[in-house]
């Protein structure tokens, strides 16, 4: 039995903190996966207007968040899959940025710190300018995804003619990436996407 929004559970990991310095493979779908952002014709993703405000919104996540890096990702026509960095907030951001060995070498993740005690607002909250969604700490990676997906939304409702009602799934997949060995894969993973949509499980 498919499970109401409401008693859904989210898929990220309770005693995990998302803000810990380390790489995460991110995927975010759109609601029921309707293809909104473009098709793939011969093996190269081809965007909608909406596609490519996901796409350049994505781009500017460093700007909004500049302890965050964005490595490799792909707008496909249903979701998008990519990879962020996350650093050490307590630093100065412009310090961190380093070469690709050592972002996968130094940055593929620590191991979960113990428990923060959440703090979970009733509703999404605006700080600095960004909005973080309700349960979100700061500068996490849920955080960063809401602050995402609010943008996309708002300019598609600005520019589009036609803007679809409902644009995000509600959740968003994460995976922590461990080792070095793990984020090739996963980026190798990701570049070959759309060569490989045919065969794709996000392909209905």
Known sequence: MTQSPRNRKSPRKKEYDYRLTGSYFIT??????????GDVVDGTMQRTALGEIAHDCWLTTSDHFPHVEVDCFVVMPNHIHAIIIIYDQQQNSDENKINDADV??????????PPIQPTTPTRGIYKNGRYIPPGAKSGSLGAIIGSYKSAVTKIANRTLADPPSRLWQRFYHDRIIRNEKEFNMIRQYVLSNPARWSEDRFNE
């Open 28 to 37: 975010i779908c759109t609601h029921e996966r309707e293809f909104l952002f």
């Open 104 to 113: 996968r070498n130094r940055h593929a993740c620590s191991l979960p710190t």
